[in-house]
Antibody, heavy 121, light 111 residues
Framework: QVQLQESGPGLVKPSQTLSLTCSVS??????????WNWIRQSPGKGLEWIGYIYNTGGTYYNPFLKSRITISVDTSKNQFSLKLSSVTAADTAVYYC?????????????WGQGILVTVSS | QSVLTQPPSVSAAPGQKVTISCSGS????????VSWYQQVPGTAPKLLIY???KRPSGIPDRFSGSKSGTSATLGITGLQTGDEADYYCGTWDSSRSVSYVFGSGTKVTVL
């Protein structure tokens, strides 16, 4: 059974770069036609899709965040990562990683437990 | 601001039924499949329904989904206290802002 786990700093200063990693266990990130996603949820708010990466390195990002996002994959470590640059308080959120079935996702499953990242000086 | 509109809250007594609507447009729900997620406070979302009406293994048949035109509906029958959670719909948005979008979320309260 595939499981995902987010890790990274819980506090980032404004204008700096947020960096998170999602570790995949119970299955290889390289096997199967899956897409590896980042999704966030601001405190008390709804869900916002950030983007995904395929095991070959192909990516697709939310157009509203595209200029600040980089998602990468390290198949040797069975991990994928998110970098979000020039952060502001509006980027404070719980960040989730999740697996999707398609380049045009029909579902996200499973999800990681999430990691709260606060942007503050 | 969410592209998909859901009622902020619904409630019912234990054992009763609730339905949650998710309203979109021809560029999202109208041309793409819908999935539904349950989020118990303090936990990650969990997939409940995919491809409009399919349940993943382990999801009880008390949960059902349907889609018609540019709207989708999640139904929960035999409501239980453990069903108290936020529920989100989601789908691909094929408009100029091509992206995956989620609904605004609905809080289900068991009275």
């Amino acid at each position: 059974q595939v499981q995902l786990q987010e890790s990274g700093p819980g506090l980032v200063k404004p204008s700096q770069t947020l960096s998170l990693t999602c570790s995949v266990s119970g299955g290889s990130i390289s096997s199967g036609a899956y897409y590896w996603n980042w999704i966030r949820q601001s405190p008390g708010k709804g869900l916002e899709w950030i983007g995904y990466i395929y095991n070959t390195g192909g990516t697709y990002y939310n157009p509203f965040l595209k200029s600040r996002i980089t998602i990468s994959v390290d198949t040797s470590k069975n991990q994928f990562s998110l970098k979000l640059s020039s952060v502001t308080a509006a980027d404070t959120a719980v960040y989730y990683c999740a697996r999707a079935d398609n380049w045009k996702p029909n579902w996200f499953d499973p999800w990681g437990q999430g990691i709260l990242v606060t942007v503050s000086s | 601001q969410s592209v998909l509109t859901q009622p902020p809250s619904v409630s019912a007594a234990p054992g009763q039924k609730v339905t949650i609507s998710c309203s979109g447009s021809s560029s999202d729900i109208g041309n793409n499949d819908v999935s539904w997620y349950q989020q118990v406070p303090g936990t990650a979302p969990k997939l409940l329904i995919y491809d409009n009406n399919k349940r993943p293994s382990g999801i009880p048949d008390r949960f059902s989904g349907s889609k018609s035109g540019t709207s989708a509906t999640l139904g929960i029958t035999g409501l239980q206290t453990g069903d108290e959670a936020d529920y989100y719909c989601g789908t691909w948005d094929s408009s100029r802002s091509v992206s995956y979008v989620f609904g605004s979320g609905t809080k289900v309260t068991v009275l």
